[in-house]
């Protein structure tokens, strides 16, 4: 199959019905893609939700069921959608869960679950993808990190080791794809407005904003914008990177 043309891209968005996913699907069908988001066919309410909320971009934005931990699940999906809808040309995976706790009290179930969706979904998607792109000579990867993959945090050994994970995935990645028209790069957010932050303890959420020099959480917006910026097709120089976005939160060179 060959690559659309930049008017029509389609992109697949894992974790595409969540807070962060949600808003890189609607800007990236602002920007003239197609858009698959992808998540848990469980999530019943929400995927209702998301239909309504998305309504406006008709078949633009269209919603497939897959669990990102099921590498065979992951190959059919892919193989399904290049039939049916058309090649994978943009590829972001925003699925991603906690499980926090202490590594004193982290049982081996907390941590494998959170290594099958946040660090194997990644590579269960990206292994279904690759050869499809390399062999078109255009794709654009963008998988999601967190500032806590960076820094670590307390309570999060298990996220913190997935998601500086992704970034080691994407940087090896972006070698083995650079001359084949394929970009993988990382957006590291810091913390957001968006259930996953709102689960966190008030005075803990309290603590964490006055220690963000822009002075608030990120939004979904400010995070779709760079996912946006990675994916154009004249992106095509800024592979292996990781793009915080984070308010200042963490600076580094
Ligand atoms: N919200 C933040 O502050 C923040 C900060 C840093 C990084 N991140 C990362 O950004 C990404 C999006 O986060 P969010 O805030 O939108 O979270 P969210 O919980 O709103 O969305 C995550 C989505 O992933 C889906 N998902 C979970 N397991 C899945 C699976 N096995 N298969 C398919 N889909 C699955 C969920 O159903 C959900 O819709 C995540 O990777 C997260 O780790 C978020």
Redesign the pocket.
């Known amino acids: 199959m060959t690559s659309s043309t930049s008017a029509s891209r389609l992109a697949v968005v ?2 595409g ?5 949600t808003e890189i699907c609607m800007r990236l069908a602002d920007a003239g893609r197609r858009v698959i988001a ?3 066919a469980t ?1 019943g309410e ?1 995927i209702e939700a998301f239909r309504e909320q998305v309504a406006a971009y008709g078949s633009a934005i269209r919603f497939e069921p ?4 099921d590498f065979k699940a992951c190959g059919g999906l892919i193989d399904h959608v290049e039939r049916n809808i058309g090649a994978v040309d943009i590829l972001v995976n ?4 906690t499980r926090d706790t202490s590594l004193r009290k982290m049982d081996p179930q907390h941590w494998h679950d959170l290594m099958r ?2 660090l194997d ?1 990644v590579f269960n998607t990206c292994r279904h993808v690759i050869e499809g792109m390399t062999s078109r000579h255009f794709g654009r990867i963008v998988n ?5 993959g960076q820094t670590g945090q307390f309570g999060q050994t298990n996220y913190s080791a997935a ?1 500086a994970g992704v970034h080691g995935f994407s940087m090896a990645l972006a070698r083995e794809a650079a001359r084949k028209g394929v970009t993988v790069n990382t957006v ?5 407005d ?4 709102a689960a966190v303890p008030q005075e803990i959420r309290q603590q964490i904003i006055a220690d963000i020099p822009v002075g608030r959480l ?1 939004m ?1 917006a400010d995070i779709a914008r760079a996912v946006v910026f990675l994916t154009a097709d004249d992106a095509s120089y800024i592979t292996g990177a990781n793009l915080p976005v984070n308010g200042g939160y963490f600076m580094s060179f």
Request: charged letters at 10%; one cysteine or more; glycine letters at 20%.
């Open positions: 894992t974790g019905i969540g807070g962060i996913g992808v998540d848990l999530r929400r897959c669990d990102v931990s925003a699925a991603g869960i969706v946040n979904g999601l990190s967190s500032v806590n998601k590291s957010p810091g913390y957001c968006t259930p996953m932050v990120g979904p």
